[in-house]
């Protein structure tokens, strides 16, 4: 599975780690709902450490489409809102 | 739908907007190397203007700190003459530039980490249009446009996505820059209107009053830098004169 960190890079994780990335994805999701910035914070950042420590950076010349995109390393909250209501796939 | 889904929703829909197909694949490829040429252009473009940016706040940076030193000096000299009241208004006034000069600082460093990731992601889209141009070649010489349709699939998408993601860095530093502008341009009004780098143009009668204490100031030093010189000059005269008697 390859996963890009939106300005950082691709990365190739196996499907173990891409499970955990998954599991962690949900806590993201659930702080977002909450509106729980310092929530957000952590595990976005927690999923970000598990793709970079866990998978394998694809070099840059290789040209692959991604199985899942996230936002890169010290994304907000309010960030993540702006840029994801740019197409209204999020209220608020 | 996590977080992860929206986001790979919402890059892939900017990615597909990316690059267009056309009726033939190969003509495709060489209309979609085009567009990647042009997005490296604007990225580079785009280095260039974080870089403008942050070299005008640095300018007005050293402006700020000029007129630190100069409210020091005039504070300096207030109580030299016991005007602690004027001493005081120089002083708040040098702490509300540094005020600015700390937020101008933070300023300069957000300025800087968006042009470091715009130069990196520049390096990596350079990377991936290389790449892009080769394969492009390859499928070209070697493949009918049937076959080539099918060969493009993976190295298309690659190449957009990385487009997508470049774009939107692109869009956050053009945004930061938008407001540094705007800030940049309230700091500059301040400074061409005098309020910042010179109190001493007689803005107000407090304003009046320190330049009058340093002008004060400097004739004291004056007079007493000349009874020194006649002091110095009379006292040997005197001396001899009592030998004398």
Same mark, same amino acid.
């Given at each position: 599975?390859?996963?890009?960190?939106?300005?950082?890079?691709?990365?190739?994780?196996?499907?173990? +780690?891409?499970?955990?990335?998954?599991?962690?994805?949900?806590?993201?999701?659930?702080?977002?709902?909450?509106?729980?910035?310092?929530?957000?914070?952590?595990?976005?950042?927690?999923?970000?450490?598990?793709?970079?420590?866990?998978?394998?950076?694809?070099?840059?010349?290789?040209?692959?489409?991604?199985?899942?995109?996230?936002?890169?390393?010290?994304?907000?909250?309010?960030? +993540?809102?702006?840029?994801?209501?740019?197409?209204?796939?999020?209220?608020? | 739908?996590?977080?992860?889904?929206?986001? %790979? %929703?919402?890059?892939? #829909?900017? #990615?597909?907007?990316?690059?267009?197909?056309?009726?033939?694949?190969? =003509?495709?490829?060489?209309?979609?190397?085009? $567009?990647?040429?042009?997005?490296?252009? $604007?990225?580079?473009?785009?280095?260039?203007?974080?870089? %403008?940016?942050?070299?005008?706040?640095?300018?007005?940076?050293? $402006?700020?700190?000029? &007129?630190?030193?100069?409210?020091?000096?005039?504070?300096?000299?207030?109580?030299?003459? &016991?005007?602690? /009241?004027?001493?005081?208004?120089?002083?708040?006034?040098?702490?509300?530039?540094? !005020?600015?000069?700390?937020? !101008?600082?933070?300023?300069?460093?957000? !300025?800087?980490?968006?042009?470091?990731?715009?130069?990196?992601? =520049?390096?990596?889209? %350079?990377?991936?249009?290389?790449?892009?141009?080769?394969? @492009?070649?390859?499928?070209?010489?070697?493949?009918?446009? *049937?076959?080539?349709?099918?060969?493009?699939?993976?190295?298309?998408?690659?190449?957009?996505?990385?487009?997508?993601?470049?774009?939107?860095?692109?869009?956050?530093?053009?945004? @930061?820059?938008?407001?540094?502008?705007?800030?940049?341009?309230?700091?500059?009004?301040?400074?061409?209107?005098?309020?910042?780098?010179?109190?001493? /143009?007689?803005?107000?009668?407090?304003?009046? =009053?320190?330049?009058?204490?340093?002008?004060?100031?400097?004739?004291? *030093?004056?007079?007493?830098?000349?009874?020194?010189?006649?002091?110095?000059?009379?006292?040997?005269?005197?001396?001899?004169?009592?030998?004398?008697?």
């Amino acid at each position: 599975m390859i996963v890009r960190i939106l300005g950082e890079g691709q990365y190739r994780l196996d499907d173990e +780690a891409f499970a955990v990335v998954h599991r962690i994805d949900d806590r993201v999701q659930t702080a977002a709902d909450a509106d729980d910035d310092e929530g957000f914070r952590q595990a976005l950042g927690e999923l970000l450490d598990v793709v970079t420590g866990r998978g394998a950076p694809l070099p840059a010349d290789e040209l692959h489409p991604s199985d899942a995109i996230v936002p890169g390393h010290g994304t907000t909250l309010q960030e +993540a809102r702006e840029l994801l209501s740019q197409e209204g796939l999020i209220p608020g | 739908m996590g977080l992860m889904g929206r986001f %790979t %929703t919402i890059v892939k #829909a900017k #990615a597909n907007k990316a690059l267009d197909r056309a009726e033939d694949p190969r =003509e495709t490829l060489d209309y979609s190397y085009e $567009k990647q040429l042009e997005l490296l252009q $604007k990225v580079r473009r785009g280095v260039a203007d974080v870089a %403008t940016s942050k070299k005008r706040l640095e300018l007005q940076s050293a $402006k700020l700190e000029q &007129s630190v030193e100069k409210l020091d000096g005039q504070a300096r000299m207030a109580l030299q003459q &016991s005007r602690e /009241d004027l001493a005081r208004v120089a002083l708040e006034r040098k702490k509300g530039v540094q !005020l600015q000069l700390q937020s !101008l600082d933070e300023q300069r460093a957000q !300025l800087q980490a968006e042009q470091d990731k715009l130069v990196v992601a =520049e390096q990596r889209l %350079t990377a991936k249009v290389e790449a892009f141009r080769t394969r @492009k070649e390859t499928i070209k010489a070697q493949y009918t446009a *049937a076959e080539a349709q099918a060969k493009i699939g993976e190295a298309f998408s690659g190449v957009s996505e990385e487009m997508a993601d470049v774009g939107m860095a692109m869009e956050r530093a053009e945004s @930061k820059v938008e407001t540094m502008r705007a800030r940049a341009g309230a700091i500059d009004e301040l400074l061409e209107s005098g309020a910042l780098t010179d109190l001493t /143009d007689g803005r107000d009668s407090i304003d009046r =009053e320190l330049e009058q204490l340093s002008s004060a100031g400097a004739v004291d *030093a004056e007079l007493d830098r000349l009874r020194a010189e006649i002091g110095a000059a009379e006292a040997p005269a005197g001396q001899i004169g009592d030998g004398d008697k």
